[in-house]
């Protein structure tokens, strides 16, 4: 078969059925033509910035920044958002407010209720704010391609020890479904490049459709029975939820917010970075977010959001043994003694923000309007209150403020979710948007082989020795 046919064949093969009603009339446009639309554009306007302003200069790098783990280098091209030290996350170019106001709901109506993850997958893939239509045809195609996950995986994952990490265990996981890769068929079958981002986006959509189950599996079979119950008659977020337990509508509404705030952060966090390294290889993008899963397992980033649990419950358990309340007294105490022994304060600090990260404020505001009373929650506000002044008086931290792993877990306890080791999973499951919504525009765009330069101490102390005014 001759690639333009292969092609095309792809095409159709992407077109969501829901798309096309049963009367065969076509009546909205899908994810797919709305991409096949915007490809050509979008690669004529980079390879124009290219050509044109290709040489301009956008930063330098200090000594300083090279050792110091490449703390503002200017060095990567991202769609789909971007992060503003002061003001946080925008999501092509929309706050989280502004998300929350404009991205069709549950309910159909934008404004009433958290917005749907398929409404950011949407918004992030194309920089469009999508119709609740359009939002339905991509749930209905997402539940479809759920049944791609291959059939070797949930047997691997049944066979995993119950005390290895949910994170390891997801790792494994999407590593195994990666034999349904048609990015790494198709590469082997020598498809040319200006076509990868065709299979890439097969992929991509599929990994989204499959990631719930074997996030729920992982949590079913570690916690509980291992039983998972899907109903594809609700949205993504509310199906996983069915799938992990919960049939509860205000958690479906918690979990919305969740795996939407949880997307993107623009590229240089750890997993997006990770996800867009092991792609700019060709690896597909199962093995790339699988890559993207594993920098997400480090605690300095996504696991913070189960050491945040960890360390309330030890200055729980410390101040009950001692008769003592927790208040803003005591957790000035605990948080010295976590300092004074050289370890970190979870879910504070940041490499980039520099005010309270918004996903806290969101998640702050969905905990009063949802549980103001809740103690856990009163603890996490008390936290907020002392935490920054203590981190300011330590004085090495550059971002004394919350970001947002410090509110998660508080959430999700609320609703009797208390497998703190588990939280990241749920992370997980929504940094895939981000990373991979980024992938398809790595592939469309042509995008290289990612490879900075590195120098050697001895090349560094040489350079500053000849150069005493660099
Ligand atoms: C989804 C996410 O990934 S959000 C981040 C989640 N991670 C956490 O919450 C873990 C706690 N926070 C941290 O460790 C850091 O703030 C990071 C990793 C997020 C950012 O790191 P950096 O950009 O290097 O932070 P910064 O420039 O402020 O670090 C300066 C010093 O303050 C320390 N510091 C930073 N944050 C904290 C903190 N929360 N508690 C104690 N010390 C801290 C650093 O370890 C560093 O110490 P050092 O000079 O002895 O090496
Ligand atoms: O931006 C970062 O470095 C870390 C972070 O908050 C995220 O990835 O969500």
Redesign the pocket.
Same mark, same amino acid.
């Not at 970190?344 to 600090?349: A, E, L, Q, S």
């Given at each position: 078969m001759n690639s333009l046919s292969r092609a095309s064949r792809l095409l159709n093969n992407l077109k969501p059925s829901a798309a096309t009603a049963s009367t065969g009339v076509r009546s909205i446009t899908t994810l797919q033509e709305t991409l096949a639309a915007q490809v050509p554009g979008k690669q004529a306007k980079l390879a124009a910035l290219k050509k044109e302003h290709g040489s301009k200069v956008i930063g330098k790098v200090t000594i300083d920044q090279l050792i110091?783990?490449a703390?503002g280098v200017k060095c990567m091209l991202w769609e789909t958002s971007n992060l503003d030290a002061e003001e946080g996350i925008r999501f092509r170019g929309l706050t989280i407010p502004e998300c929350q106001q404009v991205l069709p709901t549950y309910s159909g109506k934008a404004g009433d209720g958290e917005p749907l993850l398929e409404s950011l997958i949407w918004l992030l893939l194309t920089s469009e704010v999508p119709t609740k239509e359009q939002v339905d045809t991509l749930t209905a195609e997402l539940h479809e391609r759920s049944s791609k996950l291959p059939s070797h995986v949930v047997p691997l994952l049944n066979s995993l020890p119950k005390d290895m990490h949910p994170m390891t265990q997801f790792s494994i996981g999407l590593n195994a479904a990666q034999t349904a890769s048609s990015f790494a068929k198709a590469y082997a079958d020598g498809v040319p490049k200006n076509e990868y981002h065709l299979y890439a986006l097969e992929d991509i959509l599929n990994v989204f459709a499959v990631i719930p189950e074997i996030a729920a599996t992982i949590y079913r079979n570690v916690y509980f029975d291992g039983v998972v119950t899907k109903d594809q008659s609700l949205d993504y977020s509310g199906n996983f939820c069915r799938m992990l337990g919960y049939n509860n509508p205000s958690f479906d509404e918690l979990m919305r917010l969740y795996l939407c705030i949880?997307t993107d952060?623009e590229g240089g966090?750890?997993?997006a970075h990770t996800t867009h390294l092991v792609g700019s290889t060709l690896s597909d993008p199962y093995l790339s977010y699988a890559a993207g899963l594993n920098a997400l397992a480090g605690?300095?980033?996504?696991l913070?959001?189960q050491?945040?649990l960890k360390w309330i419950q030890a200055l729980q358990e410390k101040f009950e043994k001692e008769g003592k309340e927790v208040n803003a007294d005591t957790i000035t105490e605990f948080a010295w003694e976590?300092?004074n022994a %050289? %370890?970190?304060?979870?879910?504070?600090?940041?490499?980039?923000l520099r005010k309270t990260?918004p996903r806290y404020t969101c998640q702050r505001e969905f905990g009063l309007k949802h549980m103001p009373d809740d103690p856990l929650f009163k603890i996490v506000e008390t936290i907020y209150q002392v935490m920054p002044g203590i981190?300011t008086e330590?004085g %090495?931290?550059?971002?004394p403020y919350p970001?947002?792993?410090?509110h998660s877990g508080v959430l999700l306890w609320h609703y009797g979710f208390t497998q703190y080791q588990y939280y990241t999973v749920l992370?997980g499951v929504s940094r895939a948007v981000g990373g991979l919504c980024q992938l398809y525009w790595d592939r469309a765009l042509g995008l290289p082989l990612e490879r900075p330069k590195s120098h050697t101490p001895e090349w560094l102390e040489s350079f500053a020795k000849n150069n005493p005014d660099a």
């Open positions: 110091g783990g703390r949880h952060h966090n750890a997993s605690p300095l980033h996504g913070a959001n050491e945040v976590t300092l %050289k %370890k970190v304060i979870p879910g504070y600090g940041h490499a980039v990260d981190l330590h %090495k931290v550059a971002n970001n947002v792993d410090s992370f």
